[in-house]
Protein backbone atom coordinates (compact mmCIF):
# COMPACT_ATOMS: atom_id res chain seq x y z
CA UNK A 1 0.00 0.00 0.00
CA UNK A 2 1.56 2.98 -1.00
CA UNK A 3 0.45 6.66 0.86
CA UNK A 4 0.85 9.74 -1.09
CA UNK A 5 0.97 13.10 0.43
CA UNK A 6 -1.54 15.88 -0.48
CA UNK A 7 1.11 18.13 -2.59
CA UNK A 8 2.14 14.91 -4.44
CA UNK A 9 -1.67 14.03 -4.99
CA UNK A 10 -2.21 17.55 -6.12
CA UNK A 11 0.45 17.25 -8.69
CA UNK A 12 0.03 14.60 -10.62
CA UNK A 13 -3.61 15.10 -11.03
CA UNK A 14 -2.41 18.82 -12.28
CA UNK A 15 0.54 16.70 -14.68
CA UNK A 16 -0.74 16.34 -18.44
CA UNK A 17 -1.94 12.72 -19.13
CA UNK A 18 -0.62 12.47 -22.71
CA UNK A 19 0.21 8.95 -24.54
CA UNK A 20 3.32 7.47 -23.31
CA UNK A 21 5.24 5.87 -26.39
CA UNK A 22 7.14 3.68 -24.34
CA UNK A 23 4.65 0.77 -24.74
CA UNK A 24 4.04 0.94 -28.69
CA UNK A 25 3.97 -2.05 -29.82
CA UNK A 26 7.61 -1.89 -31.59
CA UNK A 27 9.44 -0.01 -28.64
CA UNK A 28 11.94 -2.01 -26.73
CA UNK A 29 9.92 -3.54 -23.75
CA UNK A 30 13.70 -5.42 -22.10
CA UNK A 31 16.80 -6.47 -22.70
CA UNK A 32 18.09 -9.43 -21.68
CA UNK A 33 21.31 -11.13 -21.69
CA UNK A 34 22.20 -14.55 -22.75
CA UNK A 35 25.76 -16.47 -23.14
CA UNK A 36 28.04 -15.65 -26.04
CA UNK A 37 30.70 -17.96 -27.19
CA UNK A 38 33.42 -15.05 -27.33
CA UNK A 39 32.96 -14.27 -23.40
CA UNK A 40 30.74 -11.56 -24.32
CA UNK A 41 26.94 -11.99 -22.88
CA UNK A 42 24.63 -11.17 -26.27
CA UNK A 43 21.91 -8.62 -25.07
CA UNK A 44 18.59 -10.30 -26.51
CA UNK A 45 15.80 -7.44 -27.85
CA UNK A 46 12.72 -8.33 -27.11
CA UNK A 47 9.71 -5.37 -28.49
CA UNK A 48 6.49 -5.24 -26.45
CA UNK A 49 4.47 -6.63 -29.60
CA UNK A 50 6.79 -10.10 -28.81
CA UNK A 51 5.68 -10.23 -25.27
CA UNK A 52 2.51 -9.11 -25.17
CA UNK A 53 1.41 -12.16 -27.65
CA UNK A 54 3.37 -14.69 -25.50
CA UNK A 55 1.54 -13.49 -22.30
CA UNK A 56 -1.77 -13.27 -24.14
CA UNK A 57 -0.85 -17.17 -25.88
CA UNK A 58 0.44 -18.52 -22.70
CA UNK A 59 -2.35 -16.82 -20.51
CA UNK A 60 -4.95 -18.98 -23.17
CA UNK A 61 -3.08 -21.65 -23.43
CA UNK A 62 -2.70 -22.43 -19.84
CA UNK A 63 -6.13 -21.49 -18.85
CA UNK A 64 -5.13 -19.02 -16.51
CA UNK A 65 -7.55 -17.25 -14.07
CA UNK A 66 -8.47 -14.88 -11.10
CA UNK A 67 -7.87 -17.83 -8.97
CA UNK A 68 -4.69 -19.03 -10.17
CA UNK A 69 -1.83 -19.00 -7.60
CA UNK A 70 1.30 -18.95 -9.85
CA UNK A 71 4.90 -19.63 -8.54
CA UNK A 72 7.54 -17.40 -9.49
CA UNK A 73 9.95 -20.00 -9.36
CA UNK A 74 12.73 -18.91 -12.09
CA UNK A 75 15.21 -16.10 -11.32
CA UNK A 76 14.26 -12.36 -12.20
CA UNK A 77 17.22 -12.44 -14.48
CA UNK A 78 15.90 -15.78 -16.31
CA UNK A 79 13.01 -15.14 -18.96
CA UNK A 80 11.02 -17.69 -18.07
CA UNK A 81 10.24 -15.35 -15.11
CA UNK A 82 8.42 -12.97 -17.13
CA UNK A 83 6.30 -16.26 -18.35
CA UNK A 84 5.54 -16.40 -14.64
CA UNK A 85 4.65 -13.25 -13.98
CA UNK A 86 2.86 -11.57 -17.25
CA UNK A 87 0.31 -13.93 -18.36
CA UNK A 88 -0.94 -14.35 -14.63
CA UNK A 89 -0.66 -10.32 -14.03
CA UNK A 90 -3.04 -10.41 -17.43
CA UNK A 91 -5.68 -13.07 -16.06
CA UNK A 92 -6.01 -11.49 -12.92
CA UNK A 93 -4.05 -14.18 -10.70
CA UNK A 94 -1.63 -14.05 -7.87
CA UNK A 95 2.51 -14.53 -8.43
CA UNK A 96 3.48 -15.87 -5.34
CA UNK A 97 7.69 -15.35 -5.07
CA UNK A 98 9.95 -17.86 -4.25
CA UNK A 99 12.07 -17.31 -1.47
CA UNK A 100 14.72 -19.03 -2.22
CA UNK A 101 17.30 -16.80 -4.39
CA UNK A 102 20.81 -19.26 -4.29
CA UNK A 103 21.25 -22.85 -4.38
CA UNK A 104 18.40 -25.30 -5.24
CA UNK A 105 16.00 -26.02 -2.82
CA UNK A 106 15.42 -29.78 -1.85
CA UNK A 107 12.25 -31.20 -3.42
CA UNK A 108 10.40 -31.57 0.20
CA UNK A 109 10.96 -28.31 1.15
CA UNK A 110 9.44 -26.88 -2.29
CA UNK A 111 6.92 -28.91 -2.30
CA UNK A 112 5.81 -28.14 1.64
CA UNK A 113 5.99 -24.26 0.15
CA UNK A 114 3.51 -24.84 -2.52
CA UNK A 115 1.56 -26.89 -0.40
CA UNK A 116 1.51 -24.14 2.30
CA UNK A 117 0.41 -21.19 -0.39
CA UNK A 118 -2.29 -22.77 -2.24
CA UNK A 119 -0.24 -22.71 -5.64
CA UNK A 120 -1.92 -24.01 -8.78
CA UNK A 121 0.61 -23.79 -11.53
CA UNK A 122 4.47 -24.45 -10.95
CA UNK A 123 6.73 -23.72 -14.23
CA UNK A 124 10.07 -25.99 -12.99
CA UNK A 125 12.94 -26.48 -14.85
CA UNK A 126 13.23 -30.28 -16.46
CA UNK A 127 16.00 -31.15 -14.74
CA UNK A 128 13.96 -29.96 -10.81
CA UNK A 129 11.25 -31.74 -11.77
CA UNK A 130 13.10 -35.14 -13.23
CA UNK A 131 14.58 -35.06 -9.09
CA UNK A 132 10.93 -33.97 -7.85
CA UNK A 133 9.62 -37.15 -10.11
CA UNK A 134 12.24 -39.40 -8.11
CA UNK A 135 10.90 -38.23 -5.18
CA UNK A 136 6.78 -38.36 -5.72
CA UNK A 137 6.62 -41.63 -3.48
CA UNK A 138 7.82 -39.69 -0.69
CA UNK A 139 6.67 -36.24 -1.03
CA UNK A 140 3.82 -36.27 -3.56
CA UNK A 141 1.91 -33.65 -5.32
CA UNK A 142 0.20 -30.81 -3.42
CA UNK A 143 -3.89 -31.24 -4.20
CA UNK A 144 -3.89 -27.44 -4.95
CA UNK A 145 -1.57 -27.79 -7.68
CA UNK A 146 -3.70 -27.98 -11.44
CA UNK A 147 -0.94 -27.28 -14.10
CA UNK A 148 2.98 -28.34 -14.24
CA UNK A 149 4.91 -26.97 -16.76
CA UNK A 150 8.59 -28.17 -17.63
CA UNK A 151 11.31 -27.30 -20.20
CA UNK A 152 14.61 -25.62 -20.53
CA UNK A 153 15.86 -29.21 -21.48
CA UNK A 154 14.48 -32.64 -22.68
CA UNK A 155 11.81 -33.80 -20.87
CA UNK A 156 12.32 -37.59 -19.81
CA UNK A 157 9.55 -40.00 -21.14
CA UNK A 158 10.36 -41.88 -18.29
CA UNK A 159 9.84 -39.84 -16.06
CA UNK A 160 7.06 -38.74 -17.74
CA UNK A 161 5.24 -42.07 -17.72
CA UNK A 162 5.94 -42.33 -13.77
CA UNK A 163 4.82 -39.00 -13.51
CA UNK A 164 1.44 -39.87 -14.98
CA UNK A 165 1.23 -43.28 -13.00
CA UNK A 166 1.03 -41.00 -9.53
CA UNK A 167 -1.20 -38.58 -10.85
CA UNK A 168 -3.46 -40.03 -13.30
CA UNK A 169 -5.88 -37.09 -14.91
CA UNK A 170 -5.56 -34.51 -12.02
CA UNK A 171 -2.91 -32.79 -12.83
CA UNK A 172 -2.26 -31.19 -16.58
CA UNK A 173 1.26 -31.38 -18.24
CA UNK A 174 2.71 -29.45 -20.33
CA UNK A 175 6.52 -29.76 -22.14
CA UNK A 176 7.32 -26.05 -23.69
CA UNK A 177 10.01 -25.41 -25.77
CA UNK A 178 11.58 -22.00 -26.80
CA UNK A 179 14.88 -19.27 -26.84
CA UNK A 180 15.42 -16.20 -25.32
CA UNK A 181 15.19 -15.09 -28.99
CA UNK A 182 11.86 -16.33 -29.33
CA UNK A 183 10.82 -14.85 -26.54
CA UNK A 184 10.73 -16.54 -23.77
CA UNK A 185 7.70 -19.62 -25.02
CA UNK A 186 7.94 -21.03 -29.18
CA UNK A 187 5.96 -24.45 -28.68
CA UNK A 188 4.36 -26.66 -26.02
CA UNK A 189 3.36 -30.05 -26.09
CA UNK A 190 0.51 -30.94 -23.98
CA UNK A 191 0.15 -34.68 -23.78
CA UNK A 192 -3.39 -36.08 -24.72
CA UNK A 193 -5.29 -37.83 -21.88
CA UNK A 194 -3.51 -41.69 -22.27
CA UNK A 195 -0.39 -40.39 -24.35
CA UNK A 196 2.14 -43.19 -24.24
CA UNK A 197 5.66 -41.95 -25.03
CA UNK A 198 7.41 -43.87 -28.25
CA UNK A 199 10.88 -42.60 -27.80
CA UNK A 200 13.20 -41.58 -24.84
CA UNK A 201 12.10 -37.59 -24.33
CA UNK A 202 8.51 -36.16 -24.77
CA UNK A 203 8.11 -34.13 -27.95
CA UNK A 204 8.48 -30.25 -27.64
CA UNK A 205 5.17 -29.97 -29.07
CA UNK A 206 3.40 -27.37 -31.57
CA UNK A 207 4.04 -23.43 -32.00
CA UNK A 208 2.09 -21.18 -29.95
CA UNK A 209 0.18 -18.54 -31.12
CA UNK A 210 1.04 -16.14 -33.85
CA UNK A 211 4.35 -18.23 -33.84
CA UNK A 212 5.40 -20.17 -36.83
CA UNK A 213 8.41 -22.99 -36.76
CA UNK A 214 10.09 -24.88 -39.81
CA UNK A 215 12.16 -27.66 -39.92
CA UNK A 216 14.87 -26.73 -42.74
CA UNK A 217 17.43 -28.16 -44.64
CA UNK A 218 20.70 -26.83 -45.62
CA UNK A 219 18.94 -24.97 -48.94
CA UNK A 220 16.42 -23.68 -46.13
CA UNK A 221 13.95 -26.14 -47.70
CA UNK A 222 10.91 -28.06 -45.25
CA UNK A 223 12.51 -31.74 -44.33
CA UNK A 224 10.07 -34.64 -44.92
CA UNK A 225 8.57 -35.68 -41.22
CA UNK A 226 11.01 -38.08 -39.69
CA UNK A 227 13.74 -36.61 -40.94
CA UNK A 228 16.30 -34.20 -38.88
CA UNK A 229 17.09 -30.73 -39.74
CA UNK A 230 17.89 -27.02 -38.75
CA UNK A 231 15.00 -25.69 -36.40
CA UNK A 232 13.84 -22.32 -37.31
CA UNK A 233 11.39 -20.03 -35.82
CA UNK A 234 9.08 -17.12 -37.37
CA UNK A 235 6.08 -14.86 -36.57
CA UNK A 236 4.97 -12.02 -33.44
CA UNK A 237 7.54 -13.74 -30.68
CA UNK A 238 11.03 -12.77 -32.45
CA UNK A 239 13.48 -10.71 -30.90
CA UNK A 240 14.09 -7.48 -32.40
CA UNK A 241 17.98 -8.97 -32.35
CA UNK A 242 21.20 -8.40 -30.11
CA UNK A 243 22.58 -5.19 -28.55
CA UNK A 244 24.79 -3.61 -30.78
CA UNK A 245 25.81 -6.52 -32.58
CA UNK A 246 24.04 -5.82 -36.31
CA UNK A 247 26.58 -8.63 -37.68
CA UNK A 248 25.44 -11.41 -35.16
CA UNK A 249 21.96 -10.30 -35.54
CA UNK A 250 22.29 -10.66 -39.46
CA UNK A 251 23.56 -14.08 -39.03
CA UNK A 252 20.87 -15.13 -36.89
CA UNK A 253 17.81 -13.63 -38.39
CA UNK A 254 17.44 -13.69 -41.97
CA UNK A 255 14.58 -13.07 -44.31
CA UNK A 256 11.54 -15.22 -44.36
CA UNK A 257 11.70 -17.04 -47.41
CA UNK A 258 8.20 -18.67 -46.58
CA UNK A 259 6.54 -15.06 -46.41
CA UNK A 260 5.35 -12.33 -48.43
CA UNK A 261 5.73 -9.65 -45.85
CA UNK A 262 9.38 -7.77 -47.07
CA UNK A 263 9.91 -7.79 -43.21
CA UNK A 264 9.26 -10.66 -42.40
CA UNK A 265 11.99 -13.07 -40.06
CA UNK A 266 13.12 -16.39 -39.41
CA UNK A 267 15.53 -17.06 -36.28
CA UNK A 268 18.00 -19.89 -36.65
CA UNK A 269 18.01 -21.46 -33.42
CA UNK A 270 21.01 -23.54 -34.05
CA UNK A 271 18.56 -26.48 -32.62
CA UNK A 272 18.48 -30.15 -34.26
CA UNK A 273 15.28 -31.15 -34.52
CA UNK A 274 12.40 -33.93 -36.52
CA UNK A 275 9.04 -33.31 -37.58
CA UNK A 276 6.35 -35.74 -36.67
CA UNK A 277 3.55 -36.91 -38.60
CA UNK A 278 0.94 -35.52 -36.00
CA UNK A 279 2.44 -31.84 -36.28
CA UNK A 280 4.57 -31.67 -33.26
CA UNK A 281 7.95 -31.31 -32.98
CA UNK A 282 10.83 -33.36 -31.56
CA UNK A 283 13.66 -31.69 -29.86
CA UNK A 284 17.50 -33.40 -30.77
CA UNK A 285 19.93 -31.26 -29.51
CA UNK A 286 22.28 -28.69 -30.60
CA UNK A 287 24.12 -28.08 -33.47
CA UNK A 288 27.37 -26.28 -32.32
CA UNK A 289 29.13 -26.70 -29.23
CA UNK A 290 26.26 -25.47 -26.77
CA UNK A 291 25.43 -27.48 -24.21
CA UNK A 292 22.37 -27.81 -21.60
CA UNK A 293 23.50 -28.65 -17.72
CA UNK A 294 20.69 -28.95 -15.40
CA UNK A 295 18.43 -26.86 -17.78
CA UNK A 296 20.79 -24.01 -18.39
CA UNK A 297 22.27 -23.04 -21.77
CA UNK A 298 26.00 -23.04 -21.62
CA UNK A 299 28.38 -22.32 -24.09
CA UNK A 300 31.19 -24.24 -23.40
CA UNK A 301 33.57 -21.55 -25.51
CA UNK A 302 32.44 -18.80 -23.14
CA UNK A 303 34.09 -20.86 -20.35
CA UNK A 304 37.61 -21.35 -22.40
CA UNK A 305 37.84 -17.96 -22.87
CA UNK A 306 38.12 -17.10 -19.68
CA UNK A 307 40.08 -20.10 -18.27
CA UNK A 308 42.32 -18.77 -21.37
CA UNK A 309 42.92 -15.81 -19.17
CA UNK A 310 44.84 -17.73 -16.76
CA UNK A 311 48.46 -17.01 -17.38
CA UNK A 312 50.10 -20.52 -16.89
CA UNK A 313 46.48 -21.54 -19.38
CA UNK A 314 48.38 -22.18 -22.75
CA UNK A 315 45.33 -24.19 -24.05
CA UNK A 316 41.99 -25.47 -23.01
CA UNK A 317 39.07 -27.71 -24.26
CA UNK A 318 35.45 -27.91 -22.11
CA UNK A 319 33.24 -30.70 -23.07
CA UNK A 320 30.37 -31.95 -21.06
CA UNK A 321 30.31 -35.57 -19.42
CA UNK A 322 27.60 -37.86 -18.30
CA UNK A 323 28.01 -37.63 -14.53
CA UNK A 324 26.36 -41.25 -13.83
CA UNK A 325 22.77 -39.68 -12.60
CA UNK A 326 21.98 -39.24 -16.26
CA UNK A 327 22.75 -35.43 -16.15
CA UNK A 328 25.98 -33.85 -17.47
CA UNK A 329 28.79 -32.01 -15.78
CA UNK A 330 31.53 -29.68 -17.17
CA UNK A 331 34.92 -31.01 -17.30
CA UNK A 332 37.83 -28.39 -18.82
CA UNK A 333 40.85 -29.85 -20.04
CA UNK A 334 44.06 -27.36 -19.43
CA UNK A 335 47.26 -27.67 -20.80
CA UNK A 336 50.10 -25.79 -19.19
CA UNK A 337 52.77 -23.78 -20.14
CA UNK A 338 56.08 -24.98 -19.25
Known amino acids: VMFLDAAETASMKSAPRGASAAGGAGNLAYVIFTSGSTGKPKGVLIEHRSLCNHATAMARHYELGPRDRVLQFASLSFDVAAEEIYPTWLSGGSVVLWPIHTGVAP ?122 GDLYIGGAGLARGY ?78 RDDGSGGKKLVAYVVVRN
Not at 291 to 307: D, P, Q, S, T, Y
Open 107 to 228: IRSFVEFVEEHGITVLNVPAPYWHEWVRELPRVGIPSSVRLVITGSDKVSSEKFSLWKKHTGSRVRFCAAYGPTEGTITATVFDPAPGYSPSSECLAIGKPIANVETYVLNDALRPVPDGEV
Open 243 to 320: LHQPEMTADRFIPDPFSAASDARLYRTGDLARPLPDGNLEFLGRIDDQLKIRGFRIEVGEIENALRQHPAARNVVVVG
